[in-house]
């Protein structure tokens, strides 16, 4: 089974798109640190119960075309993860985190979250990320502040999951409230627009 990205326009992943678009752009037209993580998944390191997607060195492992720009934007890191838990997946083999380091060389109280999918990705990265502010791994981190519109999930209807062999049902408005839901519960703060006083 093999799951791709949407093969037609996709309302609630178009908009987060847009929307991660237009924060990146402004962001770094302010000179504001951005860190974009790229889902790049070895295809013989399973992840289940999530079929393979996002393998190394295919397209769907690149930045989507509205955000390509920032691979050669001097205040965007970028970084490779092969798991689910962006966190996790920045480690590297010599036990140092590019993200931990990357909170800690800009010294940022706060970070503001979008991606895709809400209840997935984003929401294992808020958790993570949670938990190590918590455990005073992330100083001076505060806030986790995670954007509603600029973050989204897939959608898989009970009558395609139904005949998929192992699929559940994902309906994408209830999944991607419930990892909202789930993030705010851990303790980030949900934001349903983002707007900078003052720029």
């Not at 908009?15 to 962001?27: C, G, N, P, T």
């Not at 970084?79 to 010294?107: A, P, T």
């Not at 999951?161 to 851990?186: C, E, F, T, V, W």
Request: proline share 7%.
């Amino acid at each position: 089974m093999f799951i791709q990205a949407p093969v037609k326009p996709d309302k609630q992943i178009s908009y987060m798109v847009k929307e991660s678009a237009r924060l990146a752009k402004l962001f770094c037209g302010e000179k504001w640190p951005v860190f974009a993580f790229l889902d790049s998944h070895h295809p013989d390191i399973p992840e289940p119960p999530y079929p393979p997607h996002c393998i190394a060195g295919t397209d769907e492992a690149r930045l989507v075309p509205d955000l390509q720009w920032l691979e050669n934007e001097a205040n965007a890191t970028l970084k490779c993860k092969d798991c689910i838990d962006g966190f996790l997946g920045s480690v590297e083999k010599d036990g140092s985190n590019v993200f931990v380091d990357w909170v800690k060389k800009n010294q940022l109280k706060a970070i503001l979250v979008v991606g895709i999918c809400t209840d997935i990705c984003v929401l294992d990265f808020v958790c993570s990320t949670l938990s190590a502010r918590n455990h005073r791994m992330l100083t001076p981190l505060e806030d986790v502040i995670v954007y509603s519109g600029g973050c989204a999930t897939f959608d898989l209807p009970v009558h395609v999951a139904k005949d998929i062999n192992g699929a559940l049902a994902h309906p994408q408005d209830l999944m991607h409230h419930i990892g909202l839901y789930m993030a705010k519960g851990r303790g980030a703060r949900i934001v349903s627009e983002v707007s900078f006083a003052a720029l």
